[in-house]
Nanobody, 123 residues
Framework: QVQLVESGGGLVQVGDSLRLSCAAA????????MAWFRQAPGKEREFVAG????????HYGDFVKGRFAISKDDAENTLFLQMNNLNPDDTAVYYC????????????????WGQGTQVTVSS
């Protein structure tokens, strides 16, 4: 059974940083494309960042503008998202996802999803 469990969210101030983690079980992050999505209240889910199974290729949503960095530790079977210079628009539930089909910005491409972790940025 596949499980993706996110952690690391919380309440922070504008300009702060957070590091999200996604622990995977039942799926080898080295064999899947992995990604972070987010969904804010009243808004559609949006692609944040993705990393190819080989780890050498990454993609980011346009809004990231160099503030976030996605990475993974194949030995620990864990995906990370380092978020810097956070602002209130980054407030959302952040989800990790795994895809057998490579990185994509559409959620339908992903086979497995975590339950999400809340990130709230206060001004």
């Amino acid at each position: 059974q596949v499980q993706l469990v996110e952690s690391g969210g919380g309440l922070v101030q504008v300009g702060d940083s957070l590091r999200l983690s996604c622990a995977a079980a039942g799926v080898n992050v080295g064999n899947y494309a992995m990604a972070w999505f987010r969904q804010a209240p009243g808004k559609e889910r949006e692609f944040v960042a993705g990393i190819h199974w080989g780890g050498g290729t990454t993609h980011y949503g346009d809004f990231v503008k160099g503030r976030f960095a996605i990475s993974k530790d194949d030995a620990e079977n864990t995906l990370f998202l380092q978020m810097n210079n956070l602002n209130p628009d980054d407030t959302a539930v952040y989800y990790c996802a795994a895809s057998r089909y490579g990185i994509g910005t559409e959620g339908a491409r992903y086979d497995h999803w975590g339950q999400g972790t809340q990130v709230t940025v206060s001004s």
